[in-house]
């Protein structure tokens, strides 16, 4: 079955939220994902799922995350909290996944964060390519 979980989990891609298997047992490894397709734990199969975000993830091309927080003396700055994870079917087939930055004529930057009077997130915008991956 090809399925697609998304939205705003309020953790970032390690944490145990999005990586453990009585959660979304998602990775971000593609290879892993579509080789093995699930993990045994205690007796238990768990159906991976893949998580491309650090995969598309990049200053260059100003995808660098979807909420911004410059608070306490460690901060990241740019937090990955939207995410999308996929199925084994659909993981070779993610052609774009990036954080909007501007909708038509509307900035949702101001100065280097979310522009708080539309959102305090930036839009998680995902391409699927149903031609991709036939390789395999």
């Known amino acids: 079955m ?3 979980v ?5 953790a970032q891609p390690f944490e ?5 298997p009585g959660n979304l047992n998602a990775t971000l490894f593609k290879d892993v994902v579509i080789r093995m397709r699930s993990r045994r734990v205690s007796g238990r199969d768990y159906p991976f799922m893949y998580n491309p975000t650090l995969e ?3 200053e260059a091309n100003d ?8 608070a ?3 901060t990241f700055y740019w937090y990955c909290l939207d995410q999308a994870v996929f199925s084994p079917l659909l993981a070779d087939k993610v052609a774009e996944y990036r954080y909007l930055r501007q909708i038509g004529d509307a900035a949702l930057i101001k ?16 391409r699927i390519d149903w031609s991709m991956g036939n390789e395999r």
């Open 6 to 10: 998304l939205g705003d989990f309020n």
């Open 111 to 126: 100065d280097v964060a979310p522009n708080g009077e539309i959102s305090d997130h930036l839009p998680l915008f995902v």
């Open 56 to 58: 598309f993830l990049s």
């Open 16 to 20: 145990m939220e999005m990586i453990s």
């Open 2 to 4: 090809a399925s697609i």
């Open 63 to 70: 995808n660098c995350g979807s909420y911004y927080s410059a």
């Open 72 to 74: 306490g003396p460690a």
